[in-house]
């Protein structure tokens, strides 16, 4: 058996892409190819369905997969305990998230501390970011209202408030608090039903008879945003995302049932590995100078 064969074979499992597993493993695109082909020739099977824009593993790639991905694991912990003495002056590292407004100041921090680290961002929904987790095409996560699951480790990092944003035209705008009541039978963008922020709001408004009258539903909160700012209606996003745009108002909204927890996250078997380390521990420190 060629292990070199097993790694590419691993890193375009991972990555869903000959491309991106080519970066990953520092070798050329064709030399990837070329291990997957002679894997798949030397043992009659088919590995993946290529498309043009991914690589889907098939049901006999992805039995292999739930192999490789914990045989290269080990392999990737056991480089990290030999050189565990050795200073963070490079290496890279991938992260996923729903939002790049709560990682890019730890991003700011890592690269002040760690200037040789290289970052890979993986953007996507909230299903999306933890199945990159999962799937180990990302190293760490975060994760809003994680669930708790047998192979993650979880700490938690931030609390965010569910907020109205009208334009500054909105009869609200001038509010510096919102009532669920107010938005009872309003004009409203909001986002996509799967959306994290999207549910915090409707479980909040059907636990108190609330009844907004939904507009639009997008895809993305800068939508949402943009949107609200050209006064199509009430955009609701969380206290984290607003960013600053001076031609929006962000109104907060009174209520429990409002807030979204923030974690960051990795699998718990990566938990120990140096960089992996690293990256929680400069979240955590800023979650407690947060709180003091």
């Known amino acids: 058996m060629n292990l070199f064969q097993l790694r590419a074979?691993?890193?375009v499992s991972r990555e869903g892409s000959f491309t991106r597993a080519a970066?990953?493993?520092?070798?050329?695109?064709?030399?990837?190819?070329?291990?997957?082909?002679a894997l798949e020739e030397r043992y009659d099977l088919v590995l993946f369905r290529r498309t043009a824009r991914s690589a889907e593993l098939t049901?006999?790639?992805?039995?292999?997969?739930?192999?490789?991905?914990?045989?290269?694991?080990?392999?990737?912990?056991?480089?990290?305990?030999?050189?565990?003495?050795?200073?963070?002056?490079?290496?890279?590292?991938?992260?996923?998230?729903?939002?790049?407004?709560?990682?890019?100041?730890?991003?700011a921090r890592l690269q002040a501390r760690h200037p040789g680290i290289v970052v890979?961002?993986?953007l996507g929904n909230a299903a999306e970011t933890?199945?990159?987790?999962?799937?180990?095409?990302?190293?760490v996560a975060m994760l809003t209202d994680a669930e708790i699951h047998p192979d993650l480790h979880l700490e938690e990092i931030a609390v965010s408030r569910i907020?109205?944003?009208?334009?500054?035209?909105?009869?609200?705008?001038?509010?510096?608090?919102?009532?669920?009541?107010?938005?009872?039978?309003?004009?409203?963008?909001?986002?996509?039903?799967?959306?994290?922020?999207?549910k915090?709001?409707?479980?909040?408004?059907?636990?108190?008879?609330?009844?907004?009258?939904?507009?639009?539903?997008?895809?993305?909160?800068e939508a949402v945003i943009e949107a609200a700012a050209v006064g199509i209606g009430i955009g609701i996003v969380s206290s984290l995302e607003c960013g600053s745009d001076a031609r929006i108002a962000t109104i907060p909204i009174t209520g429990p049932d409002l807030t979204n927890r923030h974690a960051i996250?990795?699998?718990?078997?990566?938990?120990?590995?140096?960089?992996?380390?690293?990256?929680?521990?400069?979240?955590?420190?800023?979650?407690?100078r947060d709180s003091e």
């Open 9 to 11: 074979f691993d890193a």
């Open 23 to 37: 970066r990953r493993l520092c070798i050329s695109q064709p030399a990837v190819t070329g291990h997957i082909k």
């Open 59 to 107: 049901p006999q790639g992805r039995a292999l997969a739930d192999l490789t991905g914990p045989l290269f694991g080990l392999v990737e912990q056991a480089e990290d305990l030999l050189e565990a003495n050795r200073t963070l002056v490079s290496g890279r590292i991938e992260i996923a998230v729903d939002s790049p407004h709560i990682v890019m100041p730890l991003l």
């Open 120 to 122: 890979g961002l993986i």
């Open 130 to 139: 933890r199945e990159a987790l999962l799937a180990e095409r990302a190293s």
């Open 163 to 198: 907020c109205a944003v009208v334009n500054h035209a909105h009869p609200l705008a001038g509010r510096e608090m919102l009532h669920l009541r107010d938005l009872d039978g309003a004009a409203m963008v909001l986002r996509e039903p799967s959306s994290v922020t999207r």
């Open 200 to 221: 915090t709001f409707d479980r909040a408004c059907r636990k108190h008879g609330i009844v907004p009258a939904v507009l639009m539903e997008l895809d993305s909160r």
């Open 265 to 288: 996250a990795c699998l718990a078997r990566r938990r120990n590995l140096r960089l992996i380390r690293a990256v929680f521990g400069l979240a955590t420190e800023a979650d407690a």
